[in-house]
């Protein structure tokens, strides 16, 4: 089953250029577009119940609400600490077979490995040179995690977040499952589809919070 998945995954190419394919005119507005739900999730740790709780219950329930659904495990997220490569690999392959074990049904949402969709560090690399170095600064979690770190904190755990936002805005998508400890980084995707719509003509949707008790999604 897994490897079903990750030959899903290989199609997500094909599905992220239609997706933006045709003329330059501007999309209808976002009241009229359909809606689609992005979440994704790190292949590294231990899963418990407090997960499945807290997120996986939620993602296998938003399959049967929302009508487009993508689910993605964010390895690129991951290395922001160092990683054993083969061990990381294995994770994947794990994750994947938790996550279809646990109800996520391959018929009704796109699961996917993020470092397979190259999209998501080039979009990413346009959305950094349009956010502020003190923005990220700011940000909690990056002052937590530096704290932890003393003086070690990467260039890549500061900029996560903006990775982050385009793994969101990439798909257009329109709603995204969260945790309180996620609403400042979704303050930050919203900011940036403005200002990205702003500056470009309206080509994002600025997605909304589908707030839940999400333990492990998005990256916390």
Known sequence: ?????????????????????????????????KKRVFSGIQPTGILHLGNYLGAIESWVRLQDE?????????????????????????????MTAV???CGINPEKSILFQQSQVSEHTQLSWILSCMVRLPRLQH????????????????????????L?????????????????DQVQHMELVQDLAQG?????????????????MCVLVLLT
């Open 1 to 33: 089953m897994a490897l079903y998945s990750m030959r899903k995954a290989r199609g997500c190419w094909s599905f992220i250029r239609a997706l933006h394919k045709g003329s330059a005119a501007a999309p209808a507005p976002q009241k009229d577009s």
């Open 66 to 94: 929302y009508d487009s659904v993508l689910y993605s495990i964010v390895d690129l997220h991951s290395i922001t600490v160092p990683q054993d490569p083969a061990v990381l690999r294995q994770s994947i392959l794990d």
């Open 99 to 101: 996550l279809l074990a």
């Open 139 to 162: 940000l909690h979690q990056w002052k937590a995690k530096t704290t932890k770190q003393k003086h070690d904190g990467t260039v890549g755990l500061l900029t996560y977040p903006v």
């Open 164 to 180: 982050q936002a385009a793994d969101i805005l990439l798909y257009k998508s329109t709603h995204v499952p969260i945790g309180e």
């Open 196 to 212: 990205f719509n702003k500056k470009y003509g309206e080509f994002f949707p600025v997605p909304e919070s589908i707030l839940s």
